[in-house]
């Protein structure tokens, strides 16, 4: 009898204590702040993924200065269990994604650079057929610069984006398109050339920018797509999207709503892009501020 009892107790408190580590076991996650843009942003979404899922999570920041090819190794290897870039084919051949565009989309929406005094001949540009009439500039390597000449534009490369606003000033091109959110801090780093924002166009293609982990880490995919999807149905991804300073930033000065909009196709998106989920993706009339 003693034993029985001995045997129950044992079987209780052992039964309690797996209840309690599960309950307040905490996952890791290991992330490079230093080198990715946009750190602060995605930590919060990680942070409030596993917050719908009800679980802990201690994010561990390394805030070494290292090229993005060498945060893609240390993800592979890892050192690192995410980062955060936009996505193509070849990426998420390597790692595994968590198919929620971060930014909504944003980043597919550019705005261009040309030279002071030129805007009017950008006034009659209304087409994709009068886009390609002019020159643009692009980064050598940039996933845009391969999206832009599938679409039969003429695009003017260089290894440095230093460069390419200089070789905008100095007329090797007509314009430089960039991000939604970068030209309006852009402007002012590089006050001293003649350039100056584009005030009527905004070229659009899909340009998901996702979170991706080590391909073999499918539990931390698990997690995090399950939470964001959880934030997404609650609405409370899109307050933390709207409350991004970047974001407010981006679309008070854009005026998406108010340019005329010259869609592109994107052929190095990924099959498995969610673009029928109309939810997960920012429209340029879109532009309502959340409570």
């Known amino acids: 009898m003693f034993k029985k009892i001995a045997f129950q107790i044992i079987f209780i408190i052992s039964t309690l204590v797996l209840i309690c580590t599960a309950a307040y076991s905490e996952t890791e996650i290991k992330v490079n702040v230093a080198s990715g843009a946009k750190a602060d942003y995605v930590i919060q979404l990680i942070e409030l993924a596993y917050q719908k899922l009800e679980k802990k999570v201690t994010i561990t920041k390394d805030e070494t200065r290292i090229t993005q090819g060498r945060i893609n190794e240390e993800v592979a290897n890892g050192n690192l269990d995410v980062m955060w870039v936009s996505t193509s084919v070849k990426k998420e051949e390597d790692f595994l994604p968590v198919r929620t565009p971060l930014l909504k989309g944003l980043l597919g929406y550019r705005i261009m650079f040309i030279r002071q ?38 695009v003017v490369k260089a290894a440095k984006k230093d460069n390419l606003f200089n ?6 091109f ?25 005030s009527n166009l905004v070229l659009a293609y899909k340009m998901p920018f ?7 880490n499918h539990a931390l995919a698990a997690d995090i797509e399950q939470g964001l999807n959880l934030a997404i149905a609650d609405g409370s991804f899109d307050k933390v999207f709207y409350r ?41 009339a879109d532009t309502r501020p959340q409570p």
Not at 210 to 216: A, D, G, L, Q, R
Not at 258 to 275: A, D
């Open 117 to 154: 005094g030129e805007q009017s001949k950008f006034d009659n540009i209304r087409t994709l057929d009068d886009l390609r009439s002019i020159k643009l500039g692009q980064g050598r390597t940039w996933a845009d610069t391969a999206i832009l000449e599938a679409n039969n534009i003429d």
């Open 167 to 172: 070789m905008l000033d100095g007329s090797r």
């Open 174 to 198: 007509d314009a430089f398109p960039r991000g939604a959110s970068e030209p309006f801090s852009e402007i002012q780093q590089y006050s001293h050339l003649n350039i100056a924002i584009e």
């Open 210 to 216: 996702y979170i991706f982990v080590n391909k073999n």
């Open 244 to 284: 991004n300073p970047t974001v407010i930033d981006a679309l008070e000065k854009a005026r998406l709503d108010k340019r005329h909009v010259i869609e592109l196709v994107n052929p190095t998106l990924p099959t498995n892009t969610p673009v029928d989920r109309k939810e997960l993706w920012l429209s340029p």
